[in-house]
Nanobody
Framework: QVQLVESGGGLVQAGGSLRLSCAAS????????MGWFRQAPGKEREFVGGISRSGGTTTYAESVKGRFTISRDNAKNTGDRQMNSLKREDTAVYYCAGGQVPSFRALLTYAGGYDYWGQGTQVTVSS
């Protein structure tokens, strides 16, 4: 089993930046592809971005492409997301997730594919 703990959320003005981290413990972190999701009040959880087991492949939702960057360090069992040029519509609770996949390059873009979830961290963007 894998335990995931997010950190780095907070309040930021529009146009600002935040860096979220996801620390993993338990089973081998590199066995899991990672994903980031968010859920705004009254809305469904949506995919934000994902990174493969090796870290060599990433994918992003169109709404954040060019503004968010996902990375991971398997030696440190951590995953990070740098969020730049934040907008009010980025306000949400952000979750990291881990999904066990056989391929080092596989990506998962749907929540049902993930096995483990962090507790979430609030990001609030003010105007």
């Amino acid at each position: 089993q894998v335990q995931l703990v997010e950190s780095g959320g907070g309040l930021v003005q529009a146009g600002g930046s935040l860096r979220l981290s996801c620390a993993a413990s338990g089973r081998t972190f590199s066995a899991y592809t990672m994903g980031w999701f968010r859920q705004a009040p009254g809305k469904e959880r949506e995919f934000v971005g994902g990174i493969s087991r090796s870290g060599g492949t990433t994918t992003y939702a169109e709404s954040v492409k060019g503004r968010f960057t996902i990375s991971r360090d398997n030696a440190k069992n951590t995953g990070d997301r740098q969020m730049n040029s934040l907008k009010r519509e980025d306000t949400a609770v952000y979750y990291c997730a881990g999904g066990q996949v056989p391929s080092f390059r596989a990506l998962l873009t749907y929540a049902g594919g993930y096995d483990y979830w962090g507790q979430g961290t609030q990001v609030t963007v003010s105007s």
